[in-house]
């Protein structure tokens, strides 16, 4: 450490680190910076304890107690939470048809009064589809979920050969359109 001259503030300061050897004194410049911290602090407290501004997004999920608006909300809830820039709104949509058309929105609004979206949850071959039509409009991915597996599944008892020749006559759902 250092020698302390007797003109700095004993007991106050104390000065280490990587200049400790060097001639450096905090004798009126540190409390005048510490004092007009101060002040500031009590004149303007709005200035001290400001949040950054935040960012309203929309993100278009898909249908209530699904597995894309259940990982939604979850997103939503990460990017809103304490300290993060953005504030976002998790919406219950129709799928990834309806997501794809309020993303390429260009209001707050679609006409039929469905609110336009910021981000969306989507699936790859429908987007694939939308963008072949949609030439005018621009996207980019930011990141996948999961590859997405489509399993039909049957009763046992029409099981026949175990092939796919065991659907004929089948009725299959493969979920809402869009």
Sequence with gaps: ????????????????????EADVRIDV????VLLAMLILAAEF???VSAQPPRHE??????????????IGREIADYLSSAGRAWTVTPLVTRGTG???????????????GR?????????????????????GVELSIIGAMYVGVAQFIIRRELVR????????????YPGAAG
């Design 1 to 20: 450490m250092r020698k302390r001259h007797p003109e700095q503030w004993q007991g106050l300061w104390r000065w280490a680190g990587p200049y400790a």
């Design 29 to 32: 410049l540190g409390p005048l």
């Design 45 to 47: 407290p709005s200035a």
């Design 57 to 70: 997004l929309r993100l278009a999920t898909g249908s209530e107690g699904g597995t894309y608006h259940r």
């Design 98 to 112: 309806d997501n794809l058309a309020r993303l390429s929105s260009t209001g707050q609004q679609l006409p039929d």
């Design 115 to 135: 609110l336009s979206a910021d981000l969306a949850l989507v699936t790859e071959d429908a987007l694939n589809e939308f963008l072949a039509v949609e030439n």
């Design 161 to 172: 050969t175990g092939t796919l020749s065991d659907l004929n006559g089948v009725r299959l």
